[in-house]
């Protein structure tokens, strides 16, 4: 995974409560087997209306989608994340996120910005101002900045730490592999098997 | 079990939640880490695993526990001719990628066409591999279903799964805990799928957010262990991470016996554990929320999120009347998407379809509470019902019954298992503007097909609505001619 410094990219606005999964990635696309090439599944629907905030020029080439509450809710699919990755968003900012949504944003790289409600509506009026104007996204300082706005966004500690030295989870939880084979060294015997005991 | 090789088990009572998060203990984090769990039991599908098989052999990783490890196909089987291929390419693609990583992994599958084949929250209960006390993860949101014995079962995403596989471990902080206390007797023809609904509807479809619910009181001890499950697997529709049921004598009852259920010393051992598990007196949870049972009546959904749903006998609401504007706007959207018009009684509402299936009700007695309404009644003119019962096991046993009869007399389409209309990523789907009646658990915009409108029910309603046309419950049918009746589900 690659460390998540600092982004700027042009912001989208995204006028919508509770956006669930079905919205970000209708189910139909979730046959395809690979981890990549999900950018034409984004918000699938939507996009068929020409009117829809995505298929306008200003915001051609966005990288920060700025949403309404709720973001993310619904079903754990994570190809959600990869659709927003691919399309190429960078950051989700939102003034609350799905608990799933948010893990799985985590762990490919997405930042999931918690942003109160005032503040995202303050962040439209300037994008509403300047369509396609650019937003910078400081994981460090946890601070966003828009035009002349400037606002503080909350991410979870461990996922922010993560996100910034690009840590692969795996890897740190195999640094734990001794202290794993004593807890499965302790397990009950009733406990359920899959298979037949060897 | 105790865990003492883990310090910073707090010394105090606690929850049914807290136990068995605790007994999980790999690790406890420290200054804001996520603790380190040990996952007991890991199922999966065809649509959630590719990528992290492909994620394992990228990195060379083998599964850390193929015995704690069971794969189904599920989501993009079809419904009919399962012995013919798959037409769809993709779906034929995700499923045999499955059997292509099952074969090289070693993981054990259950294919279309195999006996134990089914809805992967079917399939856990039935085999005896769900159990009080132990974790339980899958890639696939509904795995809150078997926290109806007492287990701690959630759904991971993706890499989560490729991190289970590779490690059987989850780094995670512990969910916040919230009691829904339910007193009371049910009244006839009220059942899990009314009160889950009835719950969603109070707490709002978010209103669970990042809690375990934890389902006690009189009126949910006197389930089945299927409809525990029914709870349990909508906790997700309230935003919830997972839903638990304290085990007792009903839970045991319904794990003994069965292919993977303890044996001998073993059963002794595990039942003097799960005894222990109950959330103990003065336990503290972070929220509370009481139900009376009595004052319950069927549930249905009018909008687009399992939240937005009222008593049958009820109208249509008027968004005006919301006081809050983000759920004003989302009622107006969802009453438009839906075409209802306001102040309309449900009752008044026809349906195009009734789907009879999902995890949420799908086991052998939703098929038996859907017959006994339909038996001796007539369907519908027009009305398109589909039972896809949730495993091929569950589907013998209705055959045993002789319930498929009663399907195919009134004229219902009696199908193989699988997820099929609860989320149309097989052909089972509804056709723009159709209006389903249906047992699943998410009413989102187009979920059961592009354009399709759905109104979650339970099986009693699915099936009173099937008889009559519009959406009724049982209570609404006129009663069946004396020499026909069976057995009498509603006064
Ligand atoms: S039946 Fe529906 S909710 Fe259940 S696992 Fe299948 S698709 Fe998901």
Redesign the pocket.
């Known amino acids: 995974m690659e460390k998540f410094t600092t982004h700027t990219g042009i912001a989208a606005p995204l006028k919508r409560s509770a956006v669930d999964t079905d919205q970000i990635i209708p189910?139909v696309y979730l046959k395809r087997v690979t981890k990549t090439g999900f950018e034409d599944a984004l918000f699938a629907n939507w996009r068929q209306d020409p009117a829809f905030v995505l298929n306008q020029p200003a915001y051609q080439g966005a990288s920060v989608l700025v949403a309404g509450p709720d973001f993310g809710t619904g079903?754990s699919r994570e190809h959600a994340v990869w659709a927003l990755r691919d399309f190429g968003f960078h950051v989700v900012l939102s003034s609350r996120f799905a608990d799933i949504f948010r893990g799985n944003a985590g762990k490919q790289g997405l930042v999931a910005g918690v942003v109160s409600e005032s503040d995202i509506e303050a962040i439209w009026a300037a994008i509403e101002a300047e369509p396609g104007i650019s937003m910078t996204v400081d994981l460090q300082a946890l601070r966003a900045t828009i035009g002349d706005i400037e606002v503080a966004f909350d991410i979870d500690d461990y996922t922010r730490w993560r996100l910034l030295e690009g840590l692969d989870d795996i890897g740190l939880t195999l640094r734990d592999e001794e202290k794993i084979s004593q807890f499965e060294a302790r397990r009950e015997a009733w406990r359920p098997r899959t298979l037949p005991v060897p | 079990m105790s865990n003492p090789d883990v310090s910073g088990i707090p010394d105090r009572p606690r929850t049914l939640a807290e136990k068995v998060w605790d007994d999980h203990l790999v690790v406890k984090g420290e200054d804001g880490q996520p603790d380190l769990i040990y996952i007991d039991l890991h199922l999966v599908?065809e649509v959630t695993s590719p990528q992290a098989f492909d994620g394992l052999r990228a990195e060379g990783r083998p599964v850390r526990r193929l015995d704690l490890t069971i794969a189904t196909e599920?989501?993009n089987t079809p419904t009919l001719d399962i012995d013919k291929p798959i037409a769809d390419l993709t779906s034929r693609t995700q499923i045999e990628t499955l059997r292509r990583n099952a074969a090289e992994f070693g993981v054990r599958l259950h294919s279309l066409g195999d006996k134990e084949q089914g809805?992967?929250?079917v399939v856990g209960p039935q085999l005896g591999l769900t159990m009080p006390g132990i974790t339980v993860v899958c890639g696939?949101?509904?795995t809150s279903?078997h926290g109806a014995f007492g287990a701690m079962a959630f759904g991971i995403g993706t890499s989560e799964v490729e991190h289970v596989l590779a490690t059987q471990t989850l780094p995670l902080k512990p969910f916040k805990t919230m009691a829904i206390t339910v007193e009371g007797d049910l009244k006839p023809g009220v059942t899990a799928k009314d009160v889950i609904l009835a719950i969603i509807a109070k707490i709002g479809a978010n209103g669970g957010q990042g809690y375990v619910l934890e389902f006690r009181g009189s009126a949910i001890r006197s389930l089945s262990m299927e409809g525990r499950m029914t709870m349990c697997?909508m906790s997700i529709e309230a935003g919830a991470r997972a839903g638990m049921i304290a085990p007792d004598d009903i839970t045991f009852d319904y794990v003994k016996g069965r292919d993977h259920a303890p044996k001998g010393q073993d059963w002794e051992d595990a039942v003097a554990y799960w005894r222990t598990l109950p959330s103990d007196e003065g336990a503290v949870y972070d929220a509370e929320v009481y139900l009376d049972a009595n004052e319950l009546e069927p549930f249905v959904t009018w909008g687009t999120n399992p939240g937005q749903g009222v008593m049958l006998s009820d109208v249509v609401p008027t968004p005006a009347d919301i006081a809050d504007p983000n759920e004003r706007a989302a009622a107006e959207r969802a009453l438009e998407y839906m075409d209802l018009v306001p102040g309309t009684p449900l009752k008044d509402v026809p349906v195009d379809a009734v789907f009879m299936?999902?995890?949420?009700n799908?086991r052998i007695e939703d098929l038996r509470a859907f017959a006994s309404v339909i038996e001796g009644r007539t369907k519908a003119d027009g009305v398109h019902v589909m039972v896809v019962p949730?495993s091929a096991r569950v589907r013998l046993e209705a055959e045993a019954e002789g319930l498929d009869k009663v399907f195919t007399d009134f004229g219902a389409e009696w199908r193989f298992a699988?997820?099929?209309m609860?989320?149309g990523?097989n052909p089972d789907q509804l056709a723009p503007g159709e209006r389903c009646a249906s047992t699943?658990?998410?009413n989102f915009e187009g979920r059961q097909g592009k354009g399709g409108r759905t109104h979650l029910v339970s099986p009693l309603v699915a099936a009173a609505t099937a008889v009559r046309g519009t959406l009724s419950s049982p209570s609404d049918l006129d009663p069946i001619p004396a020499h026909a009746a069976t057995e009498t589900v509603e006064a």
């Open positions: 189910a079903s | 599908h599920d989501h809805i992967v929250h696939d949101s509904h279903t697997n299936g999902s995890c949420t799908s949730g699988g997820c099929s609860c989320l990523m699943s658990n998410r």
